[in-house]
């Protein structure tokens, strides 16, 4: 009885993190934009978790189907994505969003942060 009872709260635990969580964060890409030129593919997309939300920008090597993110932000921070030749544009909302200037440098790419508040003047 008490394997049977460890069993039953065991199997609902796993089977409950699977339903909150998913199995993984690519079945749940939300609003998912994608830009690709003939080397790099870059998605633009948010993820719900429980108690927040979030946006990121991953950037995916064409030729070793490599991907990696080189930008995550709390929910509506990002404003809009452009590339343009061998330079990635990062519309946000405040100066202070983080991203991973490695990542884009490793594929010979640069990032540029352009703040709401600069369009603007």
Known sequence: MKLSFLLSIYLLLST??????????????LNLKTIENKDVKIEIYDISLITSGH??????D??????????????????????????IFLYTKRDDMHFYE???????YTIQV???NRLKK
């Open 16 to 29: 409950s993190c699977e339903l909150l969580l998913g199995p993984s964060y690519e079945t749940k890409k």
């Open 55 to 60: 946006q990121i920008v991953d950037l995916t």
């Open 62 to 87: 064409k030729y070793f189907k490599e991907t990696t993110t080189i930008y995550k932000a709390d929910q509506n921070q990002l404003v809009d994505v452009k590339m343009r030749n061998d330079t």
């Open 102 to 108: 490695l990542a884009a440098v490793k594929y010979d």
């Open 114 to 116: 352009v703040p709401e």
